[in-house]
């Protein structure tokens, strides 16, 4: 089961105990996944379908105790594209789809003619709760959210470019930072990093969701963080590695060109403990040392075998061949 599914999961178990918030859960599933079917003269059917059983187990519940209506979940299965199973709820005229319409904010009857609206009236998002709730119901309705392991990323998909300003404000609504795209005809109410992601999952309260993204973040992070330190101790390793061979190199060749009496007694010194312990660190060179000196002091000094040799090398390239 996808990370989407278990987040849908938990959410479609999740009751609001307040009427206003069940509603402004029903008007979001129904916007979000809903399709109206004309039976007649200013007659309305409507049918809602979901892959989910959790979520039409849901939208059922909340039709009859909003409602008390009670509907039918009729099962669907393309066996030739092997989909998965869809569920449909259809409310017909007869049954009251036109007081659900009504209530939830979609039909506005005037006279004897009916208007589809996208606003959503303000008595249905009335309050921090409601607004919450109806989030919900849009998640559940249209909504993923990524797996975590993967990326950051959690969309509604919406059918208009109005509603989707709306569910976009909704969100914004909680200081996040949604953005809209179109894809496909579709337009995607979007966020993207991961912060925001687990803010709306606590908003619409899918908790367990949350944690379990959390965890995968904390693991990701230590992960970087573990690389990054040893791609840093790597670079070191092989910048100290290459420092050292250079160092050699420099010594042997003055000592196979005029000899290494010709440096002064400090850097002779340092000449020879480097060769003699070749993979010993600054550190312990110094210590080495009689006095001993620091990791500076023996870095300097090297630098000045280097400058030696440099001058050596320069030399011997100025002389003619015999």
């Known amino acids: 089961m996808s990370f989407s599914s278990k987040t849908k999961g938990e959410l479609a178990r999740l009751f609001a105990e307040d009427q206003c918030c069940q509603l402004a859960e029903l008007s979001a599933l129904i916007r979000m996944s809903g399709t109206l079917q004309l039976a007649g003269l200013n007659r309305l059917n409507l049918n809602i379908i979901t892959e989910n059983p959790s979520i039409a187990r849901k939208l059922f519940r909340l039709i009859k105790d909003l409602f008390s209506i009670h509907t039918e979940v009729m099962v669907r299965r393309n066996p030739r594209l092997k989909k998965n199973n869809h569920y449909l709820i259809g409310i017909t005229h007869q049954m009251g789809s036109d007081r659900i ?15 589809i609206t996208y606003d959503i009236p303000e008595d249905i998002i009335k ?49 996040l930072n949604a953005k809209i795209i179109q894809r496909k005809g579709s337009f995607v109410v979007y966020l993207k990093e991961g912060d925001q992601v687990v803010d709306l999952l606590n908003i619409i309260g899918a908790h367990s969701a949350l944690l379990d993204l959390e965890n995968v973040r904390i693991m990701k992070q230590m992960r970087n963080d573990i690389n990054r330190i040893v791609n840093c101790e790597t670079a070191n390793l092989s910048k100290t590695v290459n420092a050292s061979i250079r160092q050699i190199e420099n010594i042997e060749y003055i000592k196979a060109t005029v000899g290494l009496h010709k440096l002064p007694n400090n850097l002779r010194e340092i000449a020879e403990i480097r060769l003699n312990h070749q993979e010993a660190s600054l550190k312990e060179l110094g210590q080495m040392l009689n006095p001993s000196i620091g990791k500076s002091g023996v870095n300097h000094r090297l630098r000045k075998i280097e400058e030696f040799a440099q001058k050596l090398l320069d030399q011997n390239e100025d002389q003619p061949p015999c």
């Open 127 to 175: 309050s921090q709760c409601c607004k919450r709730s109806y989030l919900r119901g849009a998640f559940l309705g249209g909504g993923s959210v990524s797996d975590p392991e993967k990326t950051y990323h959690l969309e509604f998909v919406t059918n208009s470019l109005e509603h989707s300003e709306v569910v976009k404000n909704l969100v914004n609504d909680f200081d």
């Open 101 to 115: 319409l009504e209530k939830v904010g979609i039909l506005r009857r005037e006279e004897d003619s009916f208007d």
